[in-house]
C-alpha cells in the first residue's frame, strides 16, 4: 500500500545548528501532512501540520515544507536544542480517513552539546 | 487536563493467550485510534473508534479486534497471541468531529512482549 517515508534514519546535529529532517510521500490524495515527535519512552507528540494546498508553514522554531511536485515533505528546526533528541515521524492524514494516520519509518536526531 | 492514560504499561503473555489492553482518552474526546509499533513496521494503523463505532480498520486480523464505550473509553484485544505480536501498542485520542482530527495525542503505550 502507499505510505510516507524518511530518507535518513539518523541524523546528528551540533546544539545551535539548524536540522533539517526529509520524508518522502507517494500518496499524492492526502490532504494533511504532519509531524510528530517521539521521545523515549513516551508516545509521539504532534509538531506541527500542513494542508496540502500549502507550500510552507512555520511554528515556534520548526518550519515544515511541502513540495507537492516531488512529493517531498521537509522538517527544519531551528537553534537545535538537546531537548530537540528524539525520533521524528512524518504522517499523512485524509480527511475521509478520520483520524487515521499512515506513518514514515522515523528519522532518530541526536543533538550533542 | 489529564493526558491519555494506558493500562497496563507492560505486559508478558505467552503464545496462544489473549491480551485486553485499556486506554482513557482526554476528556471530551470521542475519537481513539490505536496503533502497533515495532522496529520493523514502525507505526501501523490498527483501528478507530468514535462514538462507540469502528470508524477505520487498518490491515490487521481478525484476531486484533476493539470496542469503545459510551464514555470513550477504548479497549483493543488480540486473541492467540503469536511471538510476531509482541511490539508497543499506542492509543491516541482527538476530537475526532473536526477537520483536524488528525491531531492526535497518543498515550505512553502498553508494551506487550510474547513468549
Known amino acids: 500500500g502507499e505510505s510516507v517515508g524518511l530518507h535518513l534514519p539518523t541524523l546528528s546535529v551540533q546544539e545551535g545548528d539548524n536540522s533539517i529532517i526529509n520524508c518522502a510521500y507517494s500518496?499524492?490524495?492526502?490532504?494533511?501532512f504532519i509531524w510528530y515527535k517521539q521521545e523515549s519512552g513516551k508516545g509521539p507528540q504532534f509538531i506541527i501540520d500542513?494542508?496540502?494546498?500549502?507550500d510552507k508553514r512555520q511554528g515556534q522554531r520548526v518550519t515544515v515544507l511541502l513540495n507537492k511536485t516531488v512529493k517531498h515533505l521537509s522538517l527544519q528546526i531551528a537553534a537545535t536544542q538537546p531537548g530537540d533528541s528524539a525520533v521524528y515521524f512524518c504522517?499523512?492524514?485524509?480527511?475521509?480517513?478520520?483520524?487515521?494516520?499512515?506513518f514514515g519509518e522515523g528519522t532518530q536526531l541526536t543533538v550533542n552539546p | 487536563k489529564a493526558g491519555v492514560t494506558q493500562t497496563p504499561r507492560y505486559l508478558i503473555k505467552t503464545r496462544g493467550q489473549q491480551v485486553t489492553l485499556s486506554c482513557s482518552p482526554i476528556?471530551?474526546?470521542?475519537?481513539v485510534s490505536w496503533y502497533q509499533q515495532t522496529p520493523g513496521q514502525g507505526l501501523q494503523f490498527l483501528f478507530e473508534?468514535?462514538?462507540?463505532?469502528?470508524?477505520n480498520k487498518g490491515n490487521f486480523p481478525g484476531r486484533f479486534s476493539g470496542r469503545q464505550f459510551s464514555n470513550s473509553r477504548s479497549e483493543m484485544n488480540v486473541s492467540t497471541l503469536e511471538l510476531g505480536d509482541s511490539a508497543l501498542y499506542l492509543c491516541?485520542?482527538?476530537?475526532?468531529?473536526?477537520?483536524?482530527?488528525?491531531?492526535?495525542?497518543f498515550g505512553p503505550g502498553t508494551r506487550l512482549t510474547v513468549t
Open positions: 473508534y468514535f462514538s462507540e463505532t469502528q470508524r
Open positions: 504522517a499523512e492524514n485524509k480527511e475521509t480517513s478520520g483520524s487515521r494516520l499512515t
Open positions: 500518496n499524492s490524495a492526502s490532504d494533511y
Open positions: 500542513i494542508r496540502s494546498n500549502m
Open positions: 476528556s471530551g474526546h470521542r475519537s
Open positions: 491516541a485520542s482527538s476530537l475526532g468531529w473536526t477537520s483536524r482530527s488528525y491531531e492526535q495525542y
